[in-house]
């Protein structure tokens, strides 16, 4: 009898056990933030396949420009560096929800938000992926495994190869050839922020820690040095135009 | 006398709670298949707990790996380069034969033993047996298809449906489900029954020249190529010129770097009497072939590996004893199991019926 009571306790304290499961940990409050993405050559807004200048004048007409942002953090005003759950996001031009991305961030006052500015090297060893990282989204090299971290494509008469065009697939996630980018955008102006709205300047591509001319380098497209100067100069693409 | 009431009722909630969320799974419910790893052999370095092995799942790679849907005219399946009774290569072909008459830029090469391949392709460029069946599909002198097609394709064929269903529990078809499905089957290919491996064993023994070549093996080409794969899957540049109008610089175009102009993966010698020709590019016609290029016509230049960079000192009688010893390493239960041959073909493990009767 006495066994059988030991028994009956035992299985009541699994069972309440496991009801109390998921409930353990308190939730800190979090807010929705809204970063909404506007894509620029100089002063203009991009329109695919309208003509533009950049800033060496050479005239260029984009056809494709997207990039991977991933791997959020949030810094508070303490310096204190929040991780986001990993997500990443192919932003492209030539759709706009993607040029929205919403994030959930902790509600607390953030001075600096950070991401990166391509793939991290574990999702480019990992095999298959699905969603924005999935192999068919024409960011992804076949022959030297590895995603393209930011890819812009079109024609310029300065181009140099058969049809003008000019071709930028940056990439390359090994060591000394990373071509992933740290991005920090500064958020003190108004640190309990729930929309920001950030630019990203093509004329960066093309000049801005070193010089990339059309007419001298119109196609980057394996890992190498030439893609390390690219992803250096349009590391600096992003600026923060206002913040709510 | 209540306690009995009180367990029987406690039970039986337990019970029902148990069912309740089992019950999602209960129409999923894939055969697991296990993976031996041959005795004596080291840990596959394929991730296994990412892809579980079921019945399922390889019987829908196999399906896939046959398939001439995956190529842009339907000609070219996977299985139409990689030949069953060549170890898995394109058998008495330098190069193989791709969409609109094409030729492929490298020699395939038998495909066994991929569980323990950490990278593929000659210039290793490729990191990950999923992702592998990507670069054929795509590349224009290949199967030159889309990975969008072939999916919109499998799409409108009901037998895959059910197929993917019962190998990932719902009917979605996309490239991960693919390329885990044709790893699985891929994985399957393991060659460990040759002379060599059943001597290793205790099984048997080698005939005096086999054990002559065996010792001049270990002397002169394990370095490279490393037992029990007869590959230690590194890039060596062997002394092989590139051809003028190829110029493939081999592992430099993955690396960027240099000093990895004109290497190669060291190829695997398992099956080797049956994967001629040889070299990256199939320039090797046959076995002497070979053994003439190291002793006598290589052309080494600074990236050269040292260990044959003064050319390997090979006598005729020596090159005779290496050939007995390489024999050995055909498996020809591997060449004729019929796990592995196109689906339909395998007549459920019976003797083929004969047609004259």
Redesign the interface.
């Known amino acids: 009898m006495k066994a059988t009571i030991v028994f009956a306790f035992f299985l009541f304290i699994a069972a309440s056990g496991i009801c109390f499961t998921g409930k353990q940990g308190k939730k800190l409050p979090k807010r929705q933030l809204q970063l909404i993405f506007t894509h620029m050559i100089g002063k203009e807004h991009l329109v695919l396949g309208n003509t533009f200048t950049n800033i060496f004048g050479e005239n260029i007409i984009v056809q494709k420009f997207k990039y991977y942002i991933s791997n959020f953090s949030v810094t508070d005003n303490t310096g204190k560096i929040t991780r986001l759950p990993p997500k990443y996001f192919l932003v492209d031009e030539t759709d706009s929800l993607s040029k929205i991305i919403s994030l959930v961030v902790p509600d607390i006052a953030i001075s600096k938000i950070s991401f990166l500015l391509g793939v991290d090297s574990i999702r480019n060893v990992s095999g298959i992926q699905t969603g924005a990282l999935d192999p068919l989204k024409g960011m992804f090299w076949t022959w030297n495994s590895g995603y393209i971290m930011a890819k812009l494509e079109g024609s310029s008469t300065s181009s140099t190869i058969a049809g003008h065009y000019f071709a930028y697939h940056i990439g390359g996630f090994k060591h000394p050839m990373n071509t992933v980018r740290i991005i920090d955008l500064d958020v003190s102006q108004n640190n309990r922020c729930i929309e920001m709205n950030i630019s990203a300047d093509i004329n960066q591509w093309f000049k801005s820690k070193s010089v990339c001319k059309i007419s001298e380098t119109p196609v980057c497209h394996s890992p190498g040095a030439l893609a390390m100067k690219i992803a250096d100069n349009y590391s600096t693409m992003f600026s923060v135009n206002s913040v709510h | 006398m209540k306690?009995?009431g009180?367990?029987l009722t406690?039970?039986c909630?337990?019970i029902i709670g148990t069912g309740w969320i089992t019950i999602d799974n209960r129409y999923f419910r894939p055969t697991p298949v296990k993976f031996t790893v041959p005795k004596g052999w080291p840990k596959p370095v394929y991730d296994f707990s990412?892809n579980s092995l079921t019945a399922e799942g390889i019987a829908l790679g196999r399906k896939l790996f046959y398939d001439g849907r995956l190529s842009r005219d339907g000609n070219f399946s996977c299985g139409s380069c990689h030949q069953q009774f060549g170890a898995f290569n394109t058998y008495d072909h330098n190069l193989s034969h791709g969409f609109n008459n094409s030729l492929t830029n490298r020699n395939a090469p038998g495909l066994f033993n991929l569980a323990w391949q950490r990278e593929f392709?000659w210039d290793g460029?490729?990191?990950?047996?999923?992702?592998q069946p990507?670069?054929p599909i795509?590349?224009e002198n290949e199967m030159a298809e889309t990975?969008?097609n072939v999916?919109s394709k499998l799409r409108t064929d009901a037998v895959y449906s059910k197929m993917f269903k019962a190998a990932f529990g719902d009917e979605t078809i996309?490239?991960?489900r693919m390329?885990?499905a044709m790893s699985q089957f891929l994985l399957q290919l393991v060659s460990s029954n040759s002379k060599y491996d059943k001597v290793m064993r205790g099984e048997a023994t080698f005939i005096l020249p086999e054990q002559l070549g065996y010792e001049i093996f270990q002397k002169k080409c394990a370095a490279c190529h490393a037992e029990p794969f007869f590959t230690d899957f590194s890039y060596r540049n062997t002394g092989m010129t590139a051809d003028p109008i190829g110029n493939d610089i081999g592992r430099m175009?993955?690396t960027?770097n240099r000093n990895d102009s004109l290497k190669f993966r060291v190829p695997s010698l398992r099956n080797v009497a049956i994967t001629f020709p040889y070299g990256h590019d199939g320039r090797f016609f046959s076995l002497s072939n070979v053994f003439e290029h190291y002793r006598k016509n290589m052309v080494a230049d600074a990236n050269t590996d040292s260990l044959v960079r003064k050319k390997l000192v090979l006598s005729n009688y020596e090159i005779g004893q290496l050939t007995a010893f390489l024999y050995a390493l055909t498996d020809s239960a591997f060449l004729k199991d019929a796990r592995f041959a196109a689906p339909g073909y395998d007549n459920k493990g019976k003797p083929p019926s004969d047609i004259h009767q």
């Open positions: 306690f009995p009180t367990i406690t039970c909630i337990i990412k392709m460029g490729i990191n990950h047996l999923d992702l990507m670069a795509t590349a990975i969008d999916i996309n490239y991960m390329g885990k175009k993955i960027g």
